[in-house]
């Protein structure tokens, strides 16, 4: 089969067929039990949780998760989540830790919800807290992008200790229509865009963003459903292993380094001291 | 290029004395709220606040650096940073963005971090240039923002960032998105080891700066009329198909809903940072 385009990936990552994060919930974990609530407003079904066991050991679940029809995704705004949302995450983060359950959290939304309440209730307040407080969550947490990774609205359940990624997921900074319509004023340029952003799978691992990519089967995901959630749960259990056995202190430095790494840039030479400074306020 | 040996490294100071932006074009400025004309001079003087009806013009990095610290007395760090078009994004129009904005704002990046002293007070200060392609962060802004946390640690000093961004750089793509994950990740040791971050929110300060540090201040002022949000209006009117009412995601707007300490007026912000940090710094 030929190499897929980036805009054929995306196609793919919000394929109506694709299987979401309450597929891999009802497949992968025994005895699962969701829990509600960000105790402060409300529950968000966009963005659901829960404890379980995985392959004999107790985990704590968080994920993004979008409807499989129109009625549904009405339900779960899209897979869009309010401040709620990440507010019930962080809380069941935090529970994990305190119970020494490792988070396994899956990724795939279009985006944080951009609307009054959400912007009333403060989703910025709330996806920043997440991801400052996610580098002192003292237990592991293994990140799984299985199709949209789109922008902030990810990354606020995205920080982690392995980062992995479904052959045909995507995640970007934009989505490639907004990219589109504000560097060419045309969200037709969408395709584009998406070749630009550089938000495959295998980009990401390029740029060390990503740890792994979780093969799918030719065409997609959806194709063959039972297979995807089989190399999932492989992925998953192989990368929990690696991260449950490291002791915190270590797996908290590397979840640090891991960021701290990331940006490409050009550091010039500095003048030595004595030397005239230039003129122009901030080149040197 | 990765910088992990920073660690090992001591930052490298650059003394700067730049000259401070000139006066617009002209004698006069239109105030854009309430259309006063205003002599430049007197704007200025004024710390380009309409005397009229109090709105707050935008201010380049530099011109904000000179209202907050002492004697005009600045040491500019990591200005030796470039960005580079490291994805590269769609044929050289990032490296073209770049030049430009640096030619129009007279910065190389849409920060400037460096230390100074505030009503006597030593300092870690950034301050983002809205002019720099719209403030927004991608790898530069990012590290500098990162360092600036990881030298207040060092030498636990206060950490001021005046934010006026659009948010994550679309150029750099997931490494800017990823800049909000490094930056917070310093904050986070920052904040344990009982260091200050003051967060200023002048206009704009939106989406990915916000979604990060920008919303984690120890103590968060907002200038007054400044937009101050997640997802920015015209997003929000074409998701929900309405008008937003006016004032919507205001400064005294997000007051209002508990998201801000403070909205302090420009010609206060200087002196109620510095009663800050002495109240911080008597233990």
Sequence with gaps: MRKLTPWEKVQLSRHPQRPLTIDYIENLFEDFVELHGDRLYGDDPALIGGIGIFKNRGVVVIGHNKGKNIKENVVRNFGMPHPEGYRKALRLMRLAERWRLPVISFIDTPGAYPGIGAEERGQAEAIGRNILEAFDIKTPILVVVIGEGGSGGALGIGVGDRILMLENSIYSVISPEGCAAIIWKDSKQAEKAASALKLTAQDLLRFNIIDEIIPEPPGGAHTDITATIRAVEESIERNLEIICSKDIETLLEERYQKVRRIGVFEEKMVPKAGVEPARSPSST | ?283
């Excluded at chain 2, 004309?37 to 710390?47: A, F, P, T, V, W």
């Excluded at chain 2, 013009?57 to 004697?71: C, H, P, S, T």
């Excluded at chain 2, 919507?248 to 007051?255: G, I, L, P, R, T």
């Design chain 2, 1 to 283: 290029m990765h910088i992990s040996d920073w660690f090992s490294r001591k930052p490298k100071y650059a003394v700067l004395k730049p000259e401070k932006r000139e006066i617009p074009e002209g004698l006069w400025t239109r105030c854009p709220k309430c259309l006063e004309i205003l002599y430049n001079k007197e704007l200025e003087r004024n710390l380009k606040v309409c005397s009229k009806c109090g709105y707050h013009f935008k201010l380049g990095a530099w011109e904000r650096i000179y209202q907050l610290v002492d004697n005009n007395d600045f040491y500019e760090l990591d200005g030796n940073l470039e960005s580079v078009d490291a994805l590269p994004f769609d044929d050289g129009i990032y490296l073209e963005k770049l030049r430009e904005d640096k030619e129009k704002t007279g910065l190389n990046e849409a920060i400037v971090t460096g230390k100074g002293k505030i009503e006597g007070f030593e300092s870690f200060l950034g301050v983002f240039d809205f002019g720099f392609i719209g403030g927004s962060m991608a790898s530069v802004v990012g590290e500098k923002v990162t360092r600036l946390f990881e030298y207040g640690l060092r030498e636990s000093l206060p950490v001021v960032i005046v934010t006026a961004t659009g948010g994550a750089r679309m150029y750099e793509g997931m490494l800017s998105l990823m800049q909000m994950a490094k930056t917070n990740a310093a904050l986070s040791r920052y904040r344990k080891s009982g260091g200050l971050f003051i967060s200023v929110l002048a206009d704009p300060s939106t989406a990915g700066v916000m979604a990060s540090f920008a919303s984690q201040g120890d103590v968060i002022i907002a200038e007054p009329g400044a937009l101050i949000g997640f997802a920015g209006p015209r997003v929000i009117e074409q998701t929900i198909k309405q008008k937003l009412p006016e004032g919507f995601q205001s400064s005294e707007f997000v007051f209002q809903h508990g998201m801000v300490d403070i909205v302090v007026e420009r010609s206060r912000l200087k002196s109620t940072i510095g009663r800050i940090i002495k109240i911080w710094k008597k233990k």
